[in-house]
């Protein structure tokens, strides 16, 4: 077998460090997923997922520093739907409403955030001086905007990196996008009643905003890892939909695979996985001799 040749360390001492600590990370990694393939693939799954969640929130953040200020012109028109009275009032005595999509307006009076559900409370809000401030429909269409947004970004990298699925994209797609909905509906609904509460008890508004990040999106994450789980394949599926899909050929739209029974469907698939047994071997053969030259040139 062809002897592999161990890359050099850098002269660099910072890079030299970094190599080691990487080569040491990758040979404790794979190690550890040769003993624990299973715990290995769902510890692979959960960190690029945190990873990938995080990435996306920040940029969604990133949006509504700005996006909001495209839609200014409608901060003055609330958006709450269904309005539901709760009876329950914040500091200022006003009235909370529950809604699943909650925006009232935010108005600033004397030195106080007021939010104002109907147009009468705005337009008499306004009357007496205050200022408004970025919410209501406008702030309502800025965020399902940047939430899209980051969800364009967050579905390919999941899918092709996390997941690392091989199903049709388009249907995953609209399966995603079903899945973002319904999960966005119900974390709404969650803050509906959670925002009044803590709005009536007089929490914190810095708590507030810690509070309605976590459940908005604590809890959204932790759906959607296990919706990725149903809509993107496992590896093991992938792997023999990789096998079959090797198997075709396809000249002028005629699949040769389809023209083989069942028999020989199952023998053609049984080969080619034999094939990267045979592969899986030899890798190991490298692996160790890797190794080997490895340990020598700690020496």
């Known amino acids: 077998m062809e002897q592999i040749e ?3 360390y850098s002269n660099n001492f910072f890079i030299k460090a970094f190599q080691k600590i990487y080569r040491y990370y990758l040979g404790t990694w794979y190690g ?8 290995g693939n769902l510890l692979y799954k959960i960190g690029f997922f945190f990873l990938f969640s995080m990435a996306v929130t920040v940029i969604q953040f990133l949006i509504m520093l700005f996006l909001p200020y495209a839609f200014s012109s409608i901060w003055d028109i609330p958006f709450c739907f269904p309005r539901v009275n709760l009876g329950l009032k914040d500091a200022s005595g006003n009235d909370l409403f529950f809604g ?24 008499h809000l306004l009357s007496d001086g205050g200022v408004i401030k970025a919410g209501g429909l406008g702030n309502f269409i800025a965020f399902e905007i940047a939430v899209f947004l980051a969800q364009c970004i ?8 996390t997941y690392k699925s091989k199903g049709n994209p388009f249907f995953q797609a609209f399966m995603y996008f079903i899945g973002w909905i319904g999960v966005s509906i119900f974390t709404n609904a969650l803050w509906g009643i959670a925002n009044p509460l803590l ?4 929490v914190n508004e810095v708590l507030i905003s810690l509070l309605k990040t976590i459940l908005t999106g604590g809890v959204s994450m932790v759906i959607f890892f296990f919706i990725f789980l149903i809509i993107f394949p496992n590896l093991e599926n992938a792997r023999l939909e990789y ?17 083989l029974n069942k028999k020989e469907k199952e023998d053609l698939v049984a080969n080619k996985y034999e ?8 890798m190991k053969e490298a692996k160790a001799i890797y190794d080997d030259l490895y340990s020598k040139s700690k020496m």
């Open 6 to 8: 161990i890359k050099p």
């Open 32 to 39: 550890f997923n040769d003993k624990h393939p299973k715990l």
């Open 100 to 123: 699943i999509f909650n925006e009232p307006v935010q108005i600033l009076l004397n030195g106080k955030l007021i939010q104002a559900y109907t147009c009468f409370d705005v337009n």
């Open 154 to 161: 967050n579905f390919p990298l999941q899918r092709n990196i």
């Open 199 to 202: 709005l009536s008890w007089q």
């Open 243 to 259: 096998i079959k899909e090797s198997c075709l050929y396809n000249s002028k739209a005629i699949s040769y695979f389809s023209y």
């Open 275 to 282: 094939e990267a047994i045979r592969q899986k071997e030899k």
